[in-house]
């Protein structure tokens, strides 16, 4: 295709990595059709993060059947309760596959509040230990959460932590504190939503080499799909949507977001 043809074809963006998509959570033949579609639109890669440990044997296979898939290994907040004593000990050795990437997904939910707060907590506490002393990333959902995160994050065990920050919602005064640290900052569908001037107010504050972009499949699905199930595919409408705020091209939002996930996650 020429490149005049990729300016003006909206259909194709070459070379766009979505940071986060929860490909298990597509049925089998879905699930391939979605990479599909995503590859002849031009993703070139797949972080998959896990909602729970048992997550692990579908993501390690997919991991293992498709070069530009990897997989992010933990328990997110709503799972938080699952957690057993050894699970610890499971995460470690299964961080030691070379296309587990980051730990996660992992944070705080004080909207849903699915399991008891000092769980989540705790959860959250055990993981980022783990990724720092494996000098792994982490993804992180935080949600409504922002005091007792940024309590987590200031502590000095965690002073090292390099994070994912994934569609990033947590305002401003939050970011201005992230931002010194570490920290990436994911953006979804939601940066096309009419009423998200709260997410698109900052996206000229974030470094340009600290920006992602992300599905959340099967979540957040983009304008003009809202209210379908989201698909990898529509990382070009995200990001082409993050350049327009930006003033970027389309090319130079997907070449530099892209160079970032490369970069924080260590994908060859
Ligand atoms: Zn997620």
Redesign the pocket.
């Known amino acids: 295709m020429s490149s005049a043809g990729q300016t003006t074809d909206g259909s194709r963006l070459d070379g766009v990595i979505d940071s986060?998509c929860?490909l298990q959570s597509l049925g089998a033949e879905e699930r391939e059709r979605a990479l599909e579609s995503a590859r002849e639109r031009g993703v070139v890669g797949f972080l998959v993060?896990a909602i729970r440990l048992d997550d692990a044997d579908l993501l390690l296979e997919l991991c293992d059947r498709n070069a530009d898939i990897w997989c992010a290994l933990g328990t997110h907040p709503h799972e938080a309760s699952t957690w057993q004593p050894g699970d610890g000990k499971r995460l470690r050795t299964l961080l030691q596959h070379p296309k587990v990437v980051a730990v996660g997904?992992c944070g705080l939910d004080f909207h849903y509040d699915l399991s008891p707060r000092e769980v989540q907590q705790r959860v959250l506490r055990e993981q980022w230990e783990i990724a720092v002393e494996l000098d792994l990333p982490v993804v992180v959902?935080n949600r409504e959460s922002n005091e007792a995160m940024l309590e987590m994050v200031r502590h000095p065990d965690f002073s090292s932590l390099r994070a994912d920050f994934?569609s990033y919602s947590g305002g401003v005064e939050m970011f201005e504190e992230l931002v010194e640290r570490d920290v990436y900052f994911g953006f979804s569908g939601m940066v096309t939503f009419k009423r998200a001037d709260n997410i698109r107010e900052i996206l000229p504050r974030v470094p340009a080499d600290r920006l992602l972009v992300e599905t959340?499949t099967p979540y957040l699905a983009p304008t003009p799909f809202r209210g379908k199930p989201n698909q990898p595919a529509w990382v070009v409408e995200i990001t082409r949507r993050v350049g327009e705020e930006l003033g970027w091209s389309a090319e130079e939002t997907a070449r530099r977001t892209t160079a970032n996930a490369r970069r924080l996650f260590g994908l060859k």
């Open positions: 986060h929860h993060p997904e959902h994934h959340d």
